[in-house]
T-cell receptor, first 110, second 117 residues
Framework: GQNIDQPTEMTATEGAIVQINCTYQTSGFNGLFWYQQHAGEAPTFLSYNVLDGLEEKGRFSSFLSRSKGYSYLLLKELQMKDSASYLCAASQNRDDKIIFGKGTRLHILP | EAQVTQNPRYLITVTGKKLTVTCSQNMNHEYMSWYRQDPGLGLRQIYYSMNVEVTDKGDVPEGYKVSRKEKRNFPLILESPSPNQTSLYFC????????????????FGPGTRLTVL
């Protein structure tokens, strides 16, 4: 079957680093998305990894291992505004069907 | 301004009364998609469209219809809404290159909160 798993909630401290993991099992895997969603708002795109390895964008980095069905989102120098849900999603097949995980709610403590 | 727009943003209706939620994007994107988001279930794809006149079922298509007659618009139709379709709905569109491209970025609309009584 197809499945995407990520932790339900995480807590971290302002200024610290946090890693949010995502494991997936999907057929016809193309790539892996990460989105940020603040409460009551639409998701906003953070990254899309197609190839294995780490991609860095400012304070956020995303890693993919296709052989292990594993990805993580790394957030550095955490700020209070990073308190949000982080959604992992996989693109499947040539027609780009998207499967989302249930999201990880990240709480940032001062 | 590049954006995805949805209307209405909020809607309360009754069981069985047909409704349409519109979605429009001004970025000339080929790919468009509808999702619903429910507490504890996350985002689930309802329908998606790779291009004009091409639509496919996502994970939860029952009770919904879509059409893609022109590139910019992708309306979601509920022919006979039921209370279990009460949800937050998002439309999204994707930029360049398709699913194998590292530039496959989805832009989401602001959401439509639907309540079916």
């Amino acid at each position: 079957g197809q499945n995407i798993d990520q932790p339900t909630e995480m807590t971290a401290t302002e200024g610290a680093i946090v890693q949010i993991n995502c494991t997936y099992q999907t057929s016809g895997f193309n790539g892996l998305f990460w989105y940020q969603q603040h409460a009551g708002e639409a998701p906003t795109f953070l990254s899309y990894n197609v190839l294995d390895g780490l991609e860095e964008k400012g304070r956020f980095s995303s890693f993919l291992s296709r052989s292990k069905g594993y990805s993580y989102l790394l957030l550095k120098e955490l700020q209070m505004k990073d308190s949000a849900s982080y959604l992992c999603a996989a693109s499947q097949n040539r027609d780009d069907k998207i499967i989302f995980g249930k999201g990880t709610r990240l709480h940032i403590l001062p | 301004e590049a954006q995805v727009t949805q209307n209405p943003r909020y809607l309360i209706t009754v069981t069985g009364k047909k409704l349409t939620v519109t979605c429009s994007q001004n970025m000339n994107h080929e790919y468009m998609s509808w999702y619903r988001q429910d507490p504890g279930l996350g985002l689930r794809q309802i329908y998606y469209s790779m291009n004009v006149e091409v639509t496919d079922k996502g994970d939860v298509p029952e009770g919904y219809k879509v059409s893609r007659k022109e590139k910019r618009n992708f309306p979601l139709i509920l022919e006979s809404p039921s209370p279990n379709q009460t949800s937050l709905y998002f439309c999204a569109s994707s930029s360049g290159g398709g699913p194998s491209s590292r530039y496959n970025e989805q832009f989401f609309g602001p959401g439509t909160r639907l309540t079916v009584l």
